[in-house]
Nanobody
Framework: QVRLVESGGGLVQPGGSLRLSCVAS????????VAWFRQAPGKEREGVSC????????SYVDSVSGRFTVSRDKASNTVYQQMNSLKPEDTAIYSC????????????????WGQGTQVTVSS
């Protein structure tokens, strides 16, 4: 099977932190670019971050730059997204996605998707 599973979402207060995990099974993430997307109620899906399959360079949407960090652990076949200084507007379902591509972009097309994990930022 080819599968991506996200975890780490939950309820957090503004200013708090969460770390999302995206673990792959059935394929090696080493060869893939991986992106994080989010979708809030009533809004379009938005690309948040990505990490390249080539040199593991990263890209971020402006609204999360400096607060979110995406990284890869090849040994565990997992991509993480550390989210700090969370804001209410970060509330959304976060999904990871993968594609065989050397370089990543947050607006690129991705072939494999996880089901998503809910992040809620509220007082």
């Amino acid at each position: 099977q080819v599968r991506l599973v996200e975890s780490g979402g939950g309820l957090v207060q503004p200013g708090g932190s969460l770390r999302l995990s995206c673990v792959a099974s059935g394929f090696r993430l080493d060869y893939y670019s991986v992106a994080w997307f989010r979708q809030a109620p009533g809004k379009e899906r938005e690309g948040v971050s990505c990490i390249s399959g080539g040199d593991s360079s990263t890209s971020y949407v402006d609204s999360v730059s400096g607060r979110f960090t995406v990284s890869r652990d090849k040994a565990s076949n997992t991509v993480y997204q550390q989210m700090n200084s969370l804001k209410p507007e970060d509330t959304a379902i976060y999904s990871c996605a993968a594609v065989v591509r050397r370089l990543c972009g947050i607006d690129d097309m991705y072939d494999y998707w996880g089901q998503g994990t809910q992040v809620t930022v509220s007082s």
